[in-house]
């Protein structure tokens, strides 16, 4: 067993009044082969989630397990390695770099974590080879690069303490489209070829169709939605989501009302694309 939320709630303190932030969640991930996409409107309660992941956030009420670490623990118990099992990526992890070097910078995590000296950097240039960080770049500034380089670097610095379970929160964000595709190429490579539970929050609904299996929906701080991704755009009630319908289906269901083309889900556009020369073949 990775996680398991049983009957969590988390409410901010406020100067007067404590503002609800989730609610009596219930929900187990498996600590390998997920790939969740937890989506919901602005304010629903998708980060709040995720931070108790690693423990940033402890329950007001409730229990989470991580790994078999209860929370909140008992008094005395150390956490600080749940945030090496779950690595969480923030939204503009660039923003964190602070280091004078590359290299340096991704070490910092595993050395955080009493690794000696040599063992930070092999699991540093590994981390870097996986996001395509050449060996050429490790004495360079992580600040005199480009804005996509920039993420990499940040995104391995997370890898080099290899978490268990990845949970990334809106990881493309201000990427162009091209940034968007390669880094989640590294991220579904993680999950395919190691097995590797990633669990994404996005408000990109092309994302979450091509990428995720199974996701979780949050309203005003509930789960409305937990299963397979074709189950949820087939949904009879998805318009009570409030989210929108990924590209690929919306072109599909154009197509059946005004061309006739019988309604096929696809759900990415590789797939739209090979279907429709299909149809045109037909």
Do not use: C, W
């Not at 067993?1 to 404590?18: C, H, R, T």
């Not at 050449?134 to 080099?160: C, H, K, N, T, W």
């Not at 949050?218 to 929108?244: N, Q, W, Y």
């Amino acid at each position: 067993m990775g996680i398991q939320f049983k009957d969590v709630s988390y409410a901010y303190k406020g100067l007067k009044v404590n503002y609800d932030a989730i609610g009596h969640i219930n929900l187990t991930i498996k600590a390998k082969g997920e790939f969740i996409a937890i989506v919901g409107q602005t304010g629903s309660g998708k980060s709040t989630l995720v931070q108790h992941m690693n423990a940033l956030l402890l329950p007001t009420s409730g229990n989470v397990v991580v790994f078999g670490q209860n929370l909140p623990p008992k008094k005395k118990e150390k956490i600080n390695f749940l945030r090496q099992k779950v690595g969480l990526v923030f939204q503009f992890p660039e923003y964190q770099l602070f280091e004078e070097t590359i290299l340096k910078d991704i070490m910092f995590g595993p050395k955080n974590f009493k690794s000696t000296e040599a063992q930070a950097m092999e699991m540093a240039k590994r981390a870097a080879s996986i996001v395509g960080i050449d060996e050429s770049m490790y004495d360079q500034s992580p600040f005199r690069i480009s804005g996509g380089q920039m993420r990499r670097v940040a995104v391995a610095g997370i890898l080099a303490m290899e978490p268990e379970i990845l949970v990334l929160d809106e990881p493309t964000r201000g990427l162009d489209p091209r940034g968007r595709r390669d880094l989640m190429k590294i991220f579904n490579d993680l999950h395919e070829k190691n097995d590797q539970t990633i669990i994404l929050i996005s408000h990109d609904m092309d994302l979450v169709s091509e990428y995720a299996k199974r996701v979780i929906v949050l309203k005003e701080g509930s789960i409305v939605f937990d299963g397979k991704k074709e189950a949820l755009f087939e949904h009879p009630d998805f318009e009570t989501f409030h989210l929108d319908l990924p590209t690929p289906l919306k072109i599909l269901k154009h197509l059946e009302k005004e061309v006739g083309i019988p309604y096929q889900p696809k759900y990415d556009f590789d797939s739209l694309l090979d279907h429709l020369k299909e149809v045109s073949h037909e």
